[in-house]
C-alpha cells in the first residue's frame, strides 16, 4: 500500500483511496486555518501544492482501477463514486490488478 503515493500511473484499491483522502483531510484543515491567519498566508500556499499533487495523484490511480482516465475525477461527485465502486477484474491498460495481482499469471496458465 502506498507505494509511489505522488505518481500518476498505476491502480490502486478503495481502501488506499479512502486512507489517502482521510490523511489529506487534516492537513487541509490546518492549510486553511493558516490562510485565515494572513501572516503565514505563504506557509499554506506552500503546503497546499504537495497535498494537491497527493490527493490527485491518488484520485488518477483511482480511476486507472476503474479503467477510466485520470481527467474523470473532476467530474462533479465522481471521487464519491470511486469510494464505492468496484475496480477492474484483471489487468487493464493502467497496470494489473491492485486486488489480485498475479490474477494475470493465472490467466495465463488456465489457458
Not at 500511473?9 to 489517502?20: D, W
Not at 498566508?41 to 482501477?65: E, N, S, T
Amino acid at each position: 500500500m502506498f507505494k509511489n503515493p505522488f505518481s500518476f500511473n498505476g491502480r490502486i484499491r478503495r481502501t488506499e483511496y479512502g486512507i489517502s483522502f482521510l490523511i489529506y483531510l487534516p492537513f487541509a484543515v490546518v492549510a486553511n486555518l493558516l490562510v485565515e491567519s494572513s501572516s503565514t498566508i505563504f506557509i499554506a500556499l506552500l503546503m497546499y501544492v504537495p497535498m494537491l499533487w497527493f490527493l490527485w495523484a491518488q484520485g488518477a490511480k483511482r480511476c486507472h482501477d476503474r479503467g477510466n482516465s485520470g481527467f474523470f475525477q473532476l467530474i462533479p461527485f465522481y471521487g464519491l463514486w470511486m469510494l464505492f465502486a468496484e475496480g477492474d477484474q484483471g489487468p487493464n491498460e493502467y497496470g494489473p490488478d491492485p486486488k489480485r495481482p498475479d490474477s494475470h499469471l493465472q490467466e495465463r496458465v488456465a489457458a
